[in-house]
């Protein structure tokens, strides 16, 4: 936990900083470009049992949260686009009077950052650039838990920059707002993406999309990935830390608000939904097979501020080995998955959140 705090207060920092940076540029009298705000939204559970009945189920506490921030800037056609989110979920299930270590549920770090440049002041296109990086911020063990077993040495399984994800798309943008919402796109044909995995340990287990293969000597590694082996272990498995990929984006989305009403002389909206599918090829390797993101947020205000926030993520990549229930029984294998392979991963939070401008 205390890696986790040093780590959203950092990020605080530099956004905090960052704000009064834009806020310095802007003297009194003069128009300001930005609009910046952000939302917290917290999910808590608990219950304690003394002397259950039985069936009556067992001891649970679990917390977690989401941070977001935006910096937009916007001037004739010019713009740009920040947004900083941290996803944090963690929850234990079983007595307080065993040692049964927390669990994680879930841990996202996302950064994204777009410049748009509109080819006249009227046409929806325009040049645009659009930057991702993606990570997690604590350490992560086998079976999804926060701290190492004690009955043995367990090295994490993730980590902070094991792996990270930074992706550069230059390319053309598409942003329209109509009376049934608003639309946007992005095409990019030369984009580039980097998957880093900062840790030696975790890089050799081949979970998280870097360069792995097990059974070929050195060259077939080298013609396979397009890259040297970093690390060897065994007779015949070698791995990379870093995996560099070129190939084509495609990002489309849609917003929209529903039922306006006024609170005071602002006009305010009852639900907003924004879509968004990502979309990337890679040339070099297999662009038959193609990665998918699909990010889907529903907020549904209640008053001043306050919502109920539904958030689902669909990703795909043929790379990335997600972990698999086989039988559909929780009671094997480790936190009840029996393998690992190549499958869809859905994850869904229901998230009470508070809404500000700055």
Not at 107 to 116: A, H, W
Not at 208 to 220: A, K, L, M, R
Not at 226 to 232: I, M, N, T
Request: hydrophobic share 40%; charged share 20%; aromatic share 14%.
């Amino acid at each position: 936990m205390y890696i986790m705090i040093k780590y959203v207060i950092w990020i605080l920092m530099i956004f905090i900083n960052s704000l009064e940076i834009v806020n310095a540029q802007e003297p009194g009298g003069k128009q300001n470009h930005w609009k910046l705000g952000g939302a917290v939204g917290m999910d808590f559970a608990q219950m304690l049992f003394v002397n259950p009945k039985f069936g009556a189920g067992e001891d649970k506490i679990g917390i977690g949260g989401n941070l977001s921030f935006f910096a937009k800037y916007k001037q004739n056609r010019l713009s740009w686009d920040n947004f900083l989110g941290l996803t944090f979920g963690v929850q234990r299930l079983g007595s307080f009077r065993r040692q049964i270590p927390f669990q994680k549920s879930v841990d996202e770090l996302r950064l994204t950052s777009k410049f748009g440049y509109s080819i006249t002041d009227q046409s929806p296109f325009g040049y645009a650039f659009d930057v991702l990086f993606l990570s997690q911020i604590t350490p992560t063990f086998e079976g999804n838990i926060l701290s190492p077993n004690s009955d043995s040495v367990t090295l994490p399984i993730a980590q902070f920059c094991s792996p990270a994800t930074l992706t550069l798309s230059p390319g053309i943008g598409f942003k329209k707002k109509t009376n049934l919402g608003e639309f946007h796109a992005l095409l990019s044909p030369a984009s580039l993406k980097l998957i880093f995995v900062a840790s030696d340990t975790t890089a050799r287990l081949g979970l998280h999309g870097n360069p792995y293969s097990t059974g070929v000597t050195e060259q077939e590694f080298i013609d396979t990935w397009g890259v040297r082996p970093d690390g060897q272990f065994g007779t015949n498995i070698f791995y990379a830390k870093n995996s560099i990929q070129f190939g084509a984006t495609l990002k489309a989305g849609y917003s929209h608000k529903f039922f306006k009403y006024k609170e005071g002389e602002k006009d305010k909206f009852r639900l907003v939904l924004a879509t968004t599918l990502n979309l990337y090829s890679n040339y070099m390797r297999m662009p038959q097979h193609i990665d998918v993101e699909w990010i889907t947020n529903v907020d549904l205000m209640l008053f001043k501020g306050l919502s109920i926030s539904l958030m689902t993520n669909l990703f795909w990549d043929y790379d990335v080995l997600v972990q698999v229930d086989e039988d559909g029984d929780i009671t094997t294998g480790v936190n009840g998955y029996e393998s690992q392979g190549r499958r869809v991963s859905f994850m869904q939070s229901l998230l009470i959140k508070y809404n500000f401008l700055f």
